[in-house]
């Protein structure tokens, strides 16, 4: 289930993700689970406008965007038993779950984790959360970023793997900082202290979640097509599986 700040590159991740798994020969399908969205890059084989549309709901209700998706996820739970049996239906062994763009609607309401749940075998389930590469400017910000990643891994109650998404738009300083975090996170600290700010003891005990539970973050560009192979590697092991695909791709 690909999740993150709006905007983040979720639907290019699922295109990304699905034909990268195409080129090994592995068998998926793609769900769109965001009734607002307009345009989608792939075919999704099950996609939750079918059953309730967000601009219609908009339409018919006199409701503004962020009105509308409430109203149309509030919907979605009187089908929760139809979009699960096509999911069931759908080509598989993976499904790629594409996820609406308002982070706090998908990740904090409670009917739409009834949805989620309604859906999803959560035996199965990873969640990859994308933080957005173009926020990214400074440890104490990682360290919020973070913090974000951790609180919706809390909510949502599934294995998780953190990418930086748009890998491609970060500063060469700014993946540095992500290999820090993933090879030596204790140095961040250092880096932390280096910044002005008020805070810093907060980002500090961030820091000590994330050393303590050895929380790394992978960097991934769905445009460049790098990192897809290590967000599925990750994947596979948040649910212990052992082996991974055999990957024919340099990256
Ligand atoms: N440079 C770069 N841009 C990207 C990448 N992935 C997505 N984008 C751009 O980021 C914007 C948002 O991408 P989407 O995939 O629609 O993001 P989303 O998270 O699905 O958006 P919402 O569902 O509306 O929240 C688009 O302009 C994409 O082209 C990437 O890897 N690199
Ligand atoms: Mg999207």
């Given amino acids: 289930m690909i999740t993150g700040t709006a905007g983040s590159g979720k639907t290019r991740l699922t295109k990304a993700l699905g034909d990268w798994l195409e080129s090994q020969g592995v068998g998926f399908s793609r769900v769109n689970l965001d009734p607002a969205v307009e345009w989608i890059p792939y ?14 709901v908009m339409q018919e209700h006199q409701l503004g965007p962020n009105g509308a998706l409430l109203a149309a996820i509030d919907l979605l739970h009187n089908h929760v038993d139809e979009i699960a049996e096509a999911i069931s239906g759908s080509p598989g062994p993976y499904v790629l779950v594409d996820t609406p763009g308002q982070l706090e609607l998908f990740a904090y309401r409670r009917s739409s984790l009834e949805v989620i749940r309604g859906i999803v075998n959560p035996y199965t389930t990873v969640v990859v959360f994308l933080i957005d590469g173009v926020f990214l400017n400074t440890p104490t910000n990682l360290a919020s970023l973070l913090a974000l990643a951790l609180s919706v891994q809390l909510r949502l109650g599934y294995p998780q ?8 738009l970060l500063e ?7 290999e820090k975090l993933n090879e030596e996170p204790e140095s961040l600290l250092e880096l932390m202290w280096r910044e002005e700010g008020p805070y810093k003891t907060y980002a500090e005990k961030i820091y000590r979640i994330v050393v303590e539970e ?5 960097p991934v560009s769905s445009i460049r097509e790098e990192g897809l192979s290590t967000v599925f590697g990750e994947a596979q092991k948040a649910l212990g599986v052992e082996e991974g695909i055999e990957t024919n791709i340099e990256e």
């Fill in 43 to 56: 075919h999704p084989d099950v996609d939750v406008r079918d059953y309730v549309s967000a601009r219609r």
């Fill in 161 to 168: 793997v953190n990418a930086i998404s748009k890998a491609d």
């Fill in 172 to 178: 060469p300083e700014m993946l540095e900082l992500v």
């Fill in 214 to 218: 050895g929380i790394s973050l992978v």
